[in-house]
């Protein structure tokens, strides 16, 4: 077996397990935690201030579209 040949059924033999791995793991369940109150505390108290004063006026359900 010449090198190319052996690189290239190495290279083809990678592929094929990484995307063999990718399948498995798209198949998995994914799993959903609830936030903590510390994560709830944080998200109202510095981030939806922000939301609410820089990005809801263009960027709600309530806007027109043109």
Do not use: D, N, W, Y
Not at 29 to 48: K, L, W, Y
Request: aromatic content about 8%; some cysteine.
């Amino acid at each position: 077996m010449s090198k190319t040949s052996f690189r290239g059924c190495v290279g083809f033999m990678a592929l094929v397990t990484s995307a063999s791995v990718l399948v498995v793991r798209a198949q998995q369940p994914v799993v959903e935690h609830s936030p903590t109150a510390e994560q709830i505390e944080f998200f109202e108290g510095r981030v939806r201030p922000v939301l609410a004063e820089k990005c809801f006026q263009c960027h709600s359900s309530r806007t027109s579209t043109p």
